[in-house]
């Protein structure tokens, strides 16, 4: 939901027109305690409802699914919290009640999908870095993991290049690709994340939406309390 009163008043009547009246007031009722939730605690939350929204029936599926995408793009962009929570929550629902088939595996070799690889490391390392530099730095930790493999050299791409739509086109081919190549892809975004020794909320939210993506899924980024 939007901070913005404006934009929120379209949601809320987006949301009932998708759903329902109650549903609408729920979600209003709700609003402000998930409002102080912090944000590397929203994802973990998202996990804890999934099995719970496994008992919707497939009409009732349909519509929330609609309202998902209806909130989503209700202030007229999709920011990277909001794609990872899309891609987290569909990914794990749509199985379920489309009966959808697996990808099948069509990749085999990491060098045709050297563009993809690219266009993730690059989206994390300008992600987590704003010199270039160390934007270029932390590209070059993970690259350099695949370069051997792919037997080419990846380069940085302009970050007009790996933006949240090229993002899910590269997710989406890699998916099709042998268990190995998504370890390996998986361990050149986290190498590129952590290659300044701190790993940002947002960094650990996308490399988690990536790692769901290519079946291997890892837990939530909980940051430890201090005594």
Do not use: W
Not at 25 to 45: D, F, G, S
Not at 83 to 95: G, N
Not at 126 to 153: R, V, W
């Amino acid at each position: 939901m939007s901070d913005d009163e404006t934009v929120r008043r379209k949601q809320l009547d987006e949301l009932t027109s998708a759903t329902s009246a109650e549903v609408c007031q729920e979600t209003v009722r709700i609003l402000p305690e998930v409002q102080t939730v912090a944000t590397h605690t929203k994802l973990p939350l998202v996990d804890l409802a999934i099995p719970g929204l496994r008992h919707l029936s497939p009409t009732q599926f349909e519509q929330f699914r609609a309202a998902v995408q209806k909130l989503v793009e209700g202030d007229g962009e999709i920011d990277l919290f909001e794609y990872v929570l899309q891609k987290v929550v569909l990914r794990h629902l749509e199985p379920y009640f489309l009966q959808a088939r697996k990808p099948v595996i069509q990749y085999y070799s990491l060098k045709p999908l050297a563009g993809d690889c690219a266009v993730l490391l690059s989206a994390l390392a300008y992600l987590g870095q704003d010199e270039p530099g160390k934007i270029d730095y932390a590209f070059q930790q993970g690259a350099q993991m695949l370069c051997y493999a792919a037997q080419i050299e990846h380069r940085l791409l302009p970050e007009s290049e790996c933006e949240l739509a090229q993002v899910d086109d590269a997710l989406n081919r890699l998916c099709q690709a042998v268990p190995q190549i998504k370890k390996n892809v998986l361990n050149a975004c986290a190498q590129t994340v952590a290659a300044d020794g701190v790993i940002q909320e947002m960094e650990a939210e996308l490399l988690r939406a990536i790692a769901d993506t290519l079946d291997c899924p890892m837990p939530p980024f909980i940051l430890a309390l201090s005594e």
